[in-house]
């Protein structure tokens, strides 16, 4: 309450005051002028304005609520900011609507001490908060607020496979891409936690500030169960750019897959379980276009695809593609840049297993439109799935890149948790 020196016109409306409260007429205010003749008599009245105050407090809820975020505040996270609570009482009507008047459902808890919303909100919205309480003696007590959340200029997803309930191989990294650049590096990978019922240690790498990739030592143990928790709502990636995302992903591991790709012998092994199940003629990258070595990951299956060798800078003169075929079959993506293990119905049989022709890929004999079960690419494409790990060697081709695709099984251990930011 503002202090004021009374003038004795001001002292004698104070009293006037206290009077209307002993006549059952409650005054709140201490700046209600009144009539300047006021003539009440003191001797019937309080003695100081402090006993008004104390009379109008006996007639004031105790419960005290609280609002969060704070009134005003900016970007707030759209999962678990929001939140009213009370002391010395319980809530009884907690309404949350957005600027536009759209409702947004929440619950009181069973205590009646706290309310939050029951659905994630918006971002770069304005909500308004109002929520009442009663004390013990049924008094009530109100409290308002707004804030605004997160805006998506203030804030970072990040965009993740494998996708959470699938079935994968065991060479699967859990890759991330940021859709910002991340400069806390420290703080992100702290908000994500990746662990395996196998017990496997496993460890971050960042490749860049936008892509930050999981892995064990060695490929998953077969038949376990991966888990991957996102953290980092409020989390703050960069200078004033938060994270939003709080989510739980599991994904299973299949049965352990390799295949192994000899370019100098033109085959490929395929084990399960460390055993031999098939071996299929191939044909690789020419000695123009050679395959790269190393450990490449399946990261995506098409039965049927285009592949245009311009989208990759194998053009002619005319600057066309030196092939554009929009029907390959049982095609596997091995490498961002455009490695694909695939069918092959426009070539020789019998390139297959004698031959090295193509523009980098390794091809396997196949027919048009990929409806015949039997050949070989179908017989590869029925039998993998994303996260089979092919090996490529003895090609005169340099080891793939780790952050060419998921591949990063090309790189060493020690080198692996050098990348870590933890």
Not at 105 to 112: C, F, P
Not at 135 to 148: K, P, R
């Amino acid at each position: 309450m503002e202090k004021r020196v009374m003038t004795d016109g001001k002292r004698r409306r104070g009293l006037a005051a206290a009077a209307a409260v002993l006549g059952g007429v409650l005054v709140l205010s201490a700046c209600n002028d009144g009539d300047k003749g006021g003539s009440a008599d003191a001797s019937q009245s309080p003695q100081s304005q402090a006993q008004v105050d104390e009379a109008a407090a006996q007639k004031t809820s105790k419960a005290q609520i609280t609002i969060s975020p704070k009134n005003g505040s900016q970007n707030a996270s759209i999962n678990n900011d929001a939140k009213v609570t009370v002391t010395d009482g319980k809530l009884t009507e907690v309404t949350m609507t957005s600027a536009e008047g759209d409702a947004v459902k929440g619950e009181i808890s069973a205590d009646g001490l706290s309310w939050q919303p029951s659905v994630q909100l918006k971002r770069a919205t304005v909500y308004k908060i109002a929520a009442t309480a009663k004390d013990a003696d049924g008094l009530e007590a109100h409290e308002n607020g707004s804030f605004t959340t997160v805006s998506q200029a203030n804030s970072f997803i990040g965009n993740f496979t494998p996708e959470d309930g699938s079935t994968v191989g065991v060479g699967m990294p859990v890759s991330i891409t940021f859709n910002k650049a991340i400069t806390d590096k420290k703080a992100v990978q702290g908000g994500i936690k990746v662990t395996s019922t196998s017990g496997q240690e496993v460890v971050g790498h960042w490749f860049n500030s936008q892509r930050l990739d999981f892995r064990p030592e060695n490929y998953w143990a077969e038949g376990s169960t991966v888990t991957m928790k996102l953290n980092l709502d409020g989390v703050e990636g960069a200078k004033g750019v938060y994270g939003v995302q709080q989510k739980t992903v599991t994904f299973k591991i299949g049965r352990n897959q390799v295949s192994t790709v000899d370019v100098k012998t033109k085959t490929m092994t395929v084990t399960q379980d460390g055993k031999t199940i098939k071996t299929i003629p191939v044909s690789a990258g020419s000695p123009q276009n050679t395959t790269y070595n190393g450990q490449m990951v399946i990261s995506e299956k098409f039965k049927e695809t285009r592949m245009n060798g311009a989208t990759v800078g194998f053009t002619d003169s005319d600057g066309k593609g030196e092939y554009d075929i929009k029907d390959v079959p049982h095609a596997m993506r091995l490498s961002t840049s455009g490695t694909f293990i695939h069918g092959n119905y426009w070539g020789a049989r019998s390139i297959f297993g004698s031959v090295n022709t193509s523009h980098g890929c390794v091809g396997l004999a196949d027919v048009k439109g990929a409806g015949d079960p039997d050949q070989q690419a179908a017989w590869l494409f029925n039998h993998s799935i994303v996260g089979d790990v092919v090996i490529v060697k003895n090609s005169a081709d340099k080891t793939i890149a780790p952050d060419n695709g998921l591949n990063g099984w090309n790189m060493s251990w020690s080198e692996w948790k050098a990348g870590s930011a933890l």
